[in-house]
């Protein structure tokens, strides 16, 4: 093989080779691209998927991330008044509840009542439907 030879081989494998790469980084930008797109209708169709996402994720890190003693002594009274105004908040929701169902006129006893009434029509419905089936059935015998 002549020096020519050799060096158009060289040449043409290096070309090929040129094209090969050229054409993988376009297929890689494509997927990059397209990606890209996906990502961005994921985000428009559900953002607060994305949103609930991002804080399990930062509520995980902190999780796993230790606290520093400063941490704790500067967050201690924090934490306990937040707990406090939780549990207030709490307890004076259940009250402002109770009075608006009171208010309603809905009380345990007459939500027991209801949900035995329906209980009663369901029951009702089905047995009367029952005896219909089997009242076709029979007519079609």
Not at 29 to 44: G, N, W
Not at 113 to 137: H, N, P, R
Request: zero cysteines.
């Amino acid at each position: 093989m002549t020096d020519t030879q050799t060096q158009d081989r060289v040449a043409d494998a290096t070309a090929d080779i040129k094209a090969d790469v050229h054409d993988r980084l376009d297929d890689a930008k494509h997927a990059a691209s397209d990606a890209a797109r996906r990502t961005a209708d994921a985000i428009e169709a559900n953002p607060l998927a994305i949103v609930a996402g991002g804080i399990a994720i930062g509520a995980l890190a902190g999780a796993l991330i230790p606290r520093s003693a400063k941490e704790k002594q500067l967050l201690a009274p924090l934490g306990r008044s937040l707990g406090e105004r939780a549990r207030s908040a709490v307890a004076a929701a259940r009250e402002a509840g109770a009075t608006e169902l009171q208010n309603a006129g809905l009380s345990k006893d007459a939500a027991k009542d209801q949900v035995k009434s329906l209980f009663q029509g369901i029951a009702k419905a089905a047995t009367t439907a029952g005896s219909a089936a089997a009242q076709s059935a029979r007519a079609k015998d």
